[in-house]
């Protein structure tokens, strides 16, 4: 296994797993073999003691034995003055005249290369008995259970590893699946989807929210792509009316003038600078354009709209003006207003209405007019750049198809929203909400 498995997340979780289960497998290694090995040094002194009183009652009690009879102990019978009075044979073997400790305590000494546990009882006539244990069986099997620690911890160490590398493995394995799908979808692949897995957990989560971001990315594409295509025919279309004129004096003069030609070319051009502006605010409006913020009071810029519509002849009804002021850009609410009373003039057969109305926290803009209206079912699709509901009618008289677009984007800049119904008079009304200041 490579350091690139290790940096992974299979790899960092079996390196960290198995860190933990040693760092858990040491310390109970080592507290049950201090423990064990407590106990089994308290066994063989209780064991002692048992031993070293029952031979101080048979040599104290009537006709006891003589120490020197026993066979294979260590026993001594140490006098007041310190010196050995008695010993057994195997005593005698090992140490000769040199005594063992009698001060009443337990002591571990070598006796002849062997560790011996000596424990002592007193006699009569301030006589004192010694014995020495051999510990050789205590130090087999606290070895025995050391060797067996010793190989069982690495043992689980290696199991508790493969066992975390190969669930790990098999729970990232859908991973693996949605990164391989993932990177196989291009741009020209956005219908693709990764498969959702059926265990209803994380992984499927991601999976669902990855085809989600899919869903997102592919109507974003789409739209883009409708986006160029709309703006590239809106913009080749003044610029084909130019040149149509433009090769029609050149090649019959006398069937246009000079005139002619240039008020062609100026409406057309004034057409085209329209979309350009049109688009550039709406790209400016995507980057957030409208982060500037200040106190705007939409009242007056309604009243404004109401009279500018006035003079051009219409029935402009303002008293549902009151009012009201937000945060925002004056320049961008301004724009919003009059994209929506020039889409009403442009569609009403002589009547509008603009009205203000805060409630609450909110206010309410309203524009309506007397025209045929939005079908339900085309009251979202008409917020798309560069859709008309009246494809039939002349560009001219039909808009751009980007001034509701706008009306949307300044919207949400101000953190509101636009929505389209049916007005008093049967025709489109069009209320836009946005919070007070």
């Given amino acids: 296994m490579g350091s690139r498995g290790w940096r992974s997340v299979r ?36 064991a002692a003691e048992q031993r070293v009183e029952e031979l101080a009652d048979r040599l104290d009690g009537p006709g006891g034995r003589d120490v020197r009879t026993l066979d294979d102990e260590i026993v001594q019978v140490i006098g007041p003055d310190g010196t050995v009075r008695a010993a057994s044979e195997e005593a005698q073997d090992e140490l000769g005249s040199t005594a063992l400790p009698s001060d009443g305590d337990t002591h571990t000494m070598t006796i002849d290369d062997k560790p011996m546990l000596v424990v002592s009882d007193d006699l009569r006539d301030d006589q004192t008995l010694v014995l020495a244990v051999p510990l050789d069986d205590d130090d087999e ?52 989807r990764v498969e959702v897995p059926s265990s209803s957990d994380e992984i499927a989560a991601l999976a669902t929210t990855m085809n989600g971001m899919l869903d997102r990315l592919d109507a974003s594409a789409t739209a883009q792509r409708r986006f160029v295509s709309d703006a590239s025919h809106e913009l080749r279309s003044p610029l084909a009316t130019i040149r149509q004129h433009a090769e029609l004096a050149r ?9 002619e030609l240039a008020e062609v070319a100026s409406e057309e051009g004034l057409r085209l600078q329209g979309i350009v502006e049109s688009l550039l605010l709406l790209a400016r ?39 009201a002021r937000v945060q925002g850009d004056p320049r961008l609410l301004g724009q919003l207003l009059r994209n ?59 808009g751009s198809g980007l001034g509701l677009s706008i009306v949307r984007a300044i919207a949400a800049s101000a953190h509101g929203t636009v929505a389209v119904d049916e007005s008093r008079w049967g025709g489109a009304r069009f209320v836009v909400t946005l919070p007070l200041a």
Avoid: M, Q
């Fill in 340 to 398: 929506l009373a020039d889409n009403a003039a442009r569609h009403s057969r002589g009547r509008l209405a603009v009205g203000v109305a805060p409630v609450e926290r909110h206010v309410f803009v309203t524009v309506e007019d007397d025209g045929s209206g939005v079908p339900p079912e085309e009251r979202e699709r008409i917020f798309e750049r560069f859709v008309r509901l009246d494809e039939a009618r002349s560009r001219d008289a039909g």
């Fill in 251 to 259: 090649t019959h003069p006398a069937t246009t003038s000079l005139d």
């Fill in 141 to 192: 099997a606290l070895s025995t259970v050391a060797l067996l620690l010793a190989i069982a911890v690495p043992l689980l160490l290696v199991l508790v590893a493969v066992t975390t590398w190969l669930v790990t493995g098999r729970a990232l394995r859908p991973v693996n699946r949605i990164r391989e799908e993932v990177d196989g979808i291009t741009a020209e692949r956005l219908h693709r």
């Fill in 11 to 46: 790899g960092r979780t079996t390196l960290g797993a198995t860190l933990v289960v040693a760092v858990a497998l040491l310390v109970g290694a080592f507290s049950f073999y201090g423990i064990l090995s407590a106990s089994i040094r308290a066994t063989t002194e209780r």
């Fill in 285 to 323: 409006l995507d980057e957030g354009a409208g982060s500037h913020a200040e106190p705007v009071d939409l009242d007056d810029l309604a009243l404004g709209e109401v009279r500018r519509l006035r003079a051009s002849g219409l029935d402009v009804d303002g008293s549902g003006i009151a009012a």
